[in-house]
């Protein structure tokens, strides 16, 4: 057993931005050092955010794994790229399927165990990438998760203590093969204790010869296809095979000179645009300071009239009956900024665009090099060890986005087979006069585009830097009237926001509630002046360079 420390600290900490030609910032320093030796070996930096990928799904098991879901946008040298490998339904689903299994009254698909996972798009993203724009062998990407998965390593503070609250859940601890992977001394391990995961390294071996066919029509397919028939699941080899991920075009939101980029629906990066381009209504840095009451409540409205639509609207494209850019109309934008009320709090319902929660578990890492790629990746289980299912020969730990599904047929997010659920995850990106600025991302379910929101508006409208607007202390928006403020608030601005009607519940609880982001900062020429990194210190990541 390691030495006994107390890891708590009384005393608050800065960190400060990172300045290197070649830089990458993840959750895990393991992760980021991962993807350094790529770029070390010569890679780019799609080498390395595949490499760091591989390693997350190790270092951070409670919010990710080799079952995730992923997206990325990437700037080439060029121009951006998106990529969507988000998982798709079993073939066998639809709102009859489940009703039979689980009542005809059920209105929401299971939260734990088979019929809560989707085809796992994580893997094909790691191919993708690789294939279309690496510069390095694949299977040299995955040798450092191989290294980690086999000989272990010691788990650090901030996974520990998410590991060690999932492990009481008893719908997670009662998924087939969940104890066996996880709780190897019939318990989480300990802050500093060795964790192994040689079944995770056998997939990885597996991956990395086959390029990722292994995992959707190979050795590791047809185990996940046996452990679903034998479980009760619908997910077939078929599913599997039939899967690929989509490259897509982003979609953007000017704002003070700059553009944000995010990946179009089934997700909720256009939560970020709209409350952005609501927010760009309104001349910011008049209200008062960074911190002040009246700009931030300003963004909690923006935010929530964002989220009536999006929850209304968001879905598979095809499903969706109105369309993202009727959803970013100027003059509905407008329109919207003008419910906002500057003296109280509101309830807002969506709007109609064509006339004009739960505690997730991701990771998001960044990386860019000399060359002037930059990458902004994201990939997670959902809901912290997802749906706690387990395949034990390869280490497989399942994501339960099916659970993002409806059953109500007059939802635009009803399930369907070979359906893609509303997604939750988003990596973002920053242009300016169409040149690459800030590849970045905040972590955490619906505070996801919450996080763009605030950082950015500290970044561009108050000039915080990366590290500090990451650092700052930020609110979350839940529903109705309710948000949650960060311990570190000033509480002075808190209850400004309580008198405005705002219904605020302070947490001390970070790690999910309040993201965890990843900042990289082109500060010009790539070869020459380089990039600026953060790491956000609600989690046990590294920014580093070279």
């Known amino acids: 057993m390691p030495t006994t420390f107390d ?6 900490s800065t960190r400060l931005p990172v300045f290197a030609r070649n830089v990458v910032a993840t959750s895990h320093p393991l992760a980021a050092q991962a993807g350094l030796r790529m770029l070390a070996a010569g890679g780019n930096a799609v080498d390395a955010a595949v490499a760091a990928a591989a390693v997350m799904t190790l270092v951070e098991p409670c919010s990710n794994g080799l079952g995730s879901d992923a997206f990325c946008i990437l700037w080439d040298g060029e121009r951006l790229h998106g990529l969507n490998a988000s998982g798709r339904a079993p073939q066998a689903w639809s709102p009859g399927y489940f009703q039979r299994k689980y009542g005809v009254d059920a209105r929401s698909l299971p939260l734990r165990g088979w019929d809560a996972v989707t085809v796992p798009g994580a893997v094909s993203a790691w191919a993708a990438l690789s294939g279309r724009f690496g ?16 000989r272990g390593y010691a788990v650090p503070v901030v996974v520990q203590d998410k590991w060690a609250a999932a492990a009481q ?15 190897p001394r019939g318990r989480a391990p300990e802050v500093g204790e060795l964790f192994r995961f040689p079944a995770a390294g056998r997939a990885l071996r597996a991956i990395a010869a086959s390029r990722g066919e292994a995992f959707y029509r190979g050795e590791i397919a047809a185990a996940l296809a046996a452990a679903a028939a034998a479980q009760g699941g619908a997910l077939t080899a078929d599913d599997l095979a039939a899967y690929q991920p989509e490259w897509v075009d982003p979609i953007g939101q000017d704002y003070r000179g700059h553009r944000l980029h995010e990946i179009p629906p089934n997700g909720q990066g256009i939560a970020a645009l709209i409350a952005l381009g609501i927010v760009d209504q309104f001349d910011v840095a008049a209200l008062g300071g960074v911190d002040s009451v009246a700009v931030q409540h300003l963004q909690i409205e923006a935010m929530k009239l964002a989220f009536a639509d999006v929850y209304r609207y968001v879905a598979e494209p095809g499903s969706m009956t109105v369309s993202a850019e009727q959803m970013l109309d100027p003059a509905y934008l407008a329109a919207r900024a003008r419910l906002i009320d500057p003296r109280r ?52 730990s399942l994501q339960n986005r099916g659970h993002g599904f409806s059953l109500d047929p007059a939802s635009p997010n009803v399930v369907a087979p070979g359906k893609r659920p509303f997604h939750t995850i988003i990596p973002a990106f920053l242009t300016r006069d169409g040149q690459p600025q800030m590849s970045y991302g905040v972590m955490g379910a619906n505070m996801q585009p919450q996080g763009h929101m605030q950082t950015l508006v500290r970044m561009l409208d108050f000039g915080q830097n990366p590290q500090a607007a990451c650092d700052a202390p930020r609110w979350r928006f839940n529903e109705g009237l309710s948000i949650n403020v960060e311990a570190a608030m000033d509480p002075a601005v808190a209850q400004g926001l309580a008198q405005l009607g705002h219904q605020i519940e302070v947490l001390h609880d970070s790690y999910q509630d309040f993201g965890a982001g990843q900042f990289i900062w082109r500060l010009g020429e790539p070869g020459s002046e380089g990039y600026l990194a953060a790491s956000d210190p609600r989690r046990d990541g590294a920014a580093v360079g070279h």
């Open 7 to 12: 890891y708590r600290t009384a005393y608050r």
């Open 135 to 150: 510069r390095l062998p694949f299977a040299d990407l995955m040798a450092p998760a191989i290294d980690i998965a086999e």
């Open 169 to 183: 859940l008893a719908d997670l601890a009662s998924q087939p093969g969940f104890a066996q992977a996880f709780l």
């Open 345 to 396: 709090a509101q309830v807002f319902a969506a709007g109609s665009p064509a006339d004009v929660h739960r505690r997730g578990g991701t990771i998001y890492l960044t990386a860019a090099d000399e060359r002037g790629m930059m990458v902004s990746f994201i990939q997670s289980n959902y809901m912290g060890f997802g749906s706690g299912v387990v395949e034990p020969g390869f280490g497989i």
